[in-house]
């Protein structure tokens, strides 16, 4: 009886050892598997990205971001060029190298020129995988060259199709009020904000309201630009539509940074109504900066450098009132 007793135990012993060593061989087996499956390999893409390879995407999402509300500012290229500064694994890319050393030369200058603030969009443009329509009719080279620098309270009132920097259609009525180099601005009936548009990204022709004719877009900016001939001595001068009566005198110039697109079109619309003069960079007849929340110390440095006040949009709404 002992004898069969200590065989029973003996058998189960077994038994339970052998079932322990198979749960312990089999779970030896999938753990290398699911740990395979998830590490990086070389000779799997999907494992993971590369390093370089991320860094182009944030790149891509940083371009993106600057040019979503399609106005480039300073105070976002600043941002731009420390970030591209501090990622020296991007250097090895000529587009890369050749925008932060273009970023660097013109911040260095402390204000953007009009043909540095094109050429950088258009590189932000080409990272950023935008490809923006061919234009709808050929220009010739001859015609598209800069133009000088124009200033007045209304120099025409125009209406034109335009695609933005993010390739964005859309239909524009605008009140110019400059026109400089290749590009003009004016205040933005369709936006009710101070908008900068360039000449090369208008679709189609441009209709002027005031003389009713219907250009293309480089012809209208060269008329627009050329003196107005003087009727000859002891000849009365054309009959023409009255002109509006004198705008009242311009309180000042302000430049507003570092805020959300809205709320600058707001404080855009607020500022001309109260007759301001709306810059989009530091000038040397800039009287107030207005501030937001994102507004970059090296813009203030400058402006403060300049003489120029600075102020937040409290205080701005209750100069205006």
Not at 173 to 196: E, I, N
Not at 255 to 266: I, V
Not at 269 to 282: G, M, N, Y
Request: glycine residues 6%.
């Amino acid at each position: 009886m002992m004898v069969d007793v200590i065989i029973g135990t003996v058998f189960w012993v077994v038994v339970i050892a052998w079932y322990l060593r198979r749960r312990r061989r089999k779970s030896a087996h999938v753990q290398p598997s699911s740990t395979a499956s998830t590490s990086p390999s070389p000779n799997n893409p999907e494992s993971a990205l590369h390093p370089v390879a991320i860094l182009r995407e944030q790149l891509r999402q940083h371009c993106r971001s600057i040019l979503a509300d399609g106005l480039v500012e300073e105070d976002e290229l600043v941002e731009l060029h420390a970030w591209l500064s501090a990622q020296p694994a991007l250097d090895a890319e000529p587009s890369v190298r050749r925008l932060s050393a273009q970023l660097g030369d013109a911040l260095a200058k402390g204000a953007l020129s009009t043909g540095q603030r094109q050429s950088i969009e258009d590189q932000l443009q080409n990272l950023a995988g935008i490809r923006l329509p061919v234009r709808t009719h050929a220009v010739r080279p001859a015609s598209r060259t800069a133009l000088p620098y124009l200033e007045g309270r209304q120099l025409d009132t125009v209406r034109f199709a335009y695609i933005d920097a993010t390739g964005e259609y859309s239909d524009r009525r605008v009140v110019v009020r400059q026109l400089d180099g290749l590009c003009f601005q004016g205040l933005c009936l369709s936006r009710r904000a101070t908008r900068t548009f360039r000449l090369d990204r208008v679709q189609g022709d441009i209709t002027s309201e005031i003389s009713g004719e219907v250009q293309e877009p480089w012809a209208w900016a060269r008329d627009l630009a050329k003196p107005k001939s003087k009727p000859a001595p002891g000849k009365p001068a054309p009959q023409t539509t009255p002109a509006p009566a004198p705008a009242a005198e311009l309180v000042g110039e302000v430049l507003f940074t570092g805020f959300a697109r809205a709320e600058r079109d707001a404080l855009e619309q607020l500022a001309d109504a109260h007759r301001w003069r709306v810059r989009k960079s530091i000038t040397k007849n800039l009287t107030v900066l207005v501030a937001g929340p994102r507004a970059g110390e090296a813009k203030l440095a400058q402006a403060r450098a300049a003489g120029v006040q600075v102020m937040d949009r409290g205080a701005f709404e209750l100069l205006c009132k």
